[in-house]
């Protein structure tokens, strides 16, 4: 690790070292009957303590070696969200797909019941409905979100973007929220 990458989130804790030259001094000072030597020791140790401190308290953060974004974006299909917001999603998709890095992964999945998974190229299919499908009334968004952080690989900053009208029609939204909580 290089030291000009590590960063502090509270770099102004390190404004109690200004008290450094105090307790250094007191520590000499105190205890006269032990010889300098171990005086000075004892002072030494005291300031590195407080160094040690303000370090702790100014939370320092070592970036992640690889800063590989993956994202998935679960659009919800179903009857209950209008035309307008699944073109909207659709255009989502694509200023999503534009502003990806070169080593991020974006993965497109529709849902209204079962989730699945969309090649890249084809993200204006999510503006069509399939015809007869007897899942088109049902939103599973605990699926959709589960289904969503399997196929994101574990080795980068994983993150779901969920669009939905919120219209959970299996299961309820407590549900979602604990089972959401439980995938991290």
């Not at 659709?90 to 993965?107: I, W």
């Not at 084809?122 to 069509?128: F, V």
């Amino acid at each position: 690790m290089l030291w000009g990458e590590l960063h502090f989130e509270h770099p102004w804790a390190f404004a109690t070292l200004a008290i450094a030259p105090v307790i250094f001094w007191m520590a000499v000072r105190s205890y006269a009957y032990l010889p300098l030597g171990r005086r000075l020791g004892s002072a030494v140790i005291r300031v590195l303590a407080l160094a040690a401190l303000a370090t702790a308290l100014a939370l320092p953060i070592v970036p992640e070696e690889d800063q590989r974004l993956c994202r998935a974006i679960a659009v919800d299909t179903s009857l209950s969200v209008p035309d307008e917001a699944l073109l909207a999603a659709v255009e989502f998709v694509r200023n999503a797909e534009e502003g990806r890095g070169e080593d991020d992964t974006l993965v497109v999945l529709e849902f209204s019941g079962n989730p699945q998974f969309i090649d890249p190229g084809s993200w204006e299919a999510l503006a069509k409905r399939a015809e007869g499908s007897g899942l088109q009334e049902q939103t599973d968004l605990l699926a959709a979100a589960t289904y969503a952080r399997s196929i994101l690989p574990e080795d980068c900053s994983r993150r779901l973007v969920l669009i939905s009208d919120g219209r959970d029609t299996i299961g309820d939204t407590e549900r979602v929220e604990h089972g959401l909580e439980a995938l991290g």
